[in-house]
Structures are given as structure tokens and as C-alpha cells.
């Protein structure tokens, strides 16, 4: 199997908790909780080399702030069609399909897990994404479970991630 070069990540349920905020008034309040220990994994990510991309079916001001914050460069909100976004992604990249890890948690992230070469899910994630995942985390969406995968792709692939954090490994 390739390294992987892109790791890609749904939004609502793996890098958030899922929930969804809105008013009194039926206007959705745009509050978005993340993890910072996820956010740190996605910056470790990216200084060890491998691409970071997140794919969002809804097109949250909050998320758009929080991947900027971090330097994402690849972000795709607003596309419920998930591997057809990985597809652009590959193409873009130049990569193949078993150069990519994925993390999704309901239904809308089946296609997309099962063309990539790593599929990942959080312990919360729906039975058929979690049938469909390589790796399931023991930690929920929003709550750790983005850096737990990105910890086991580190350490399939041989990566030391206190190297990387004080830029002692160059891919």
C-alpha cells in the first residue's frame, strides 16, 4: 500500500460533536465547538508532509474561520457528493486513491471511505460507516477522535509525531 499523502476530514461528527445550534427564531447560530487536540494533529499532519483537506456538506462561516486559523489549504464546504470532492482532490494533488485517508461518520461518507486507501471513523459514527472504516477511534467526533486517527496513520507509516512537532522529520 502507498503512503498516504492527503488526509481528508468530514466536519459535523469528526471534527465537532455533530450538534447543530439554532435560535429562537429558526436561524441556525453558527456555533461550532473543535478540538484542540485535533487541530494540533491536523497541523502535524501537514508539517510531516502529508496534505490536510476538509469536506463539509454545509458551508459554516464557523468552520471556514477555524481551517484558515490552522492553514488548511484544501477546503470544500457546501458539497454533499463527498467523493466526488476526493476525486477533485486527487486529481489536483496528483494522487491515487490509496494515497488518500478519509474520516467520516454518517452515511453521506460511505462512498467517499470505501474509494480511499484509509478510512476512518469515530467511536460515534453510524453502523454502516463504521463497517465501511479500516480503523474506528475509541474517542467520538469532536472529542479527540481526528488526532487518534491521525496518531495510528503516524504510526502506520512510521511516523514519529514529537519529530514532527519540533521539525526533526521531513517527508
Do not use: W
Amino acid at each position: 500500500m502507498s503512503k498516504v499523502k492527503l488526509f481528508a476530514f468530514d466536519i459535523d461528527g469528526v471534527l465537532t460533536d455533530g450538534r447543530l445550534y439554532y435560535g429562537a427564531q429558526g436561524e441556525e447560530s453558527g456555533l461550532k465547538v473543535f478540538n484542540a487536540q485535533d487541530g494540533l494533529g491536523m497541523s502535524l499532519l501537514k508539517k510531516a508532509g502529508i496534505k490536510v483537506a476538509v469536506i463539509s456538506g454545509r458551508a459554516a462561516s464557523a468552520t471556514r474561520q477555524r481551517m484558515q486559523d490552522l492553514g488548511v489549504e484544501y477546503v470544500i464546504l457546501g458539497k454533499t457528493d463527498k467523493l466526488s470532492a476526493i476525486n477533485e482532490l486527487a486529481a489536483e494533488c496528483g494522487l491515487s486513491a490509496d494515497q488518500i485517508a478519509y474520516m467520516g461518520d454518517d452515511l453521506i461518507d460511505l462512498k467517499a471511505m470505501e474509494y480511499v486507501g484509509k478510512a476512518y471513523a469515530p467511536a460515534n459514527a453510524v453502523s454502516q460507516v463504521k463497517q465501511a472504516a479500516g480503523y474506528i477511534c475509541t474517542r467520538n467526533g469532536g472529542e479527540g477522535a481526528a488526532r487518534e486517527a491521525i496518531e495510528h496513520l503516524f504510526e502506520q507509516q512510521g511516523i514519529d509525531p514529537v519529530a514532527v512537532l519540533v521539525g526533526e522529520v521531513v517527508q
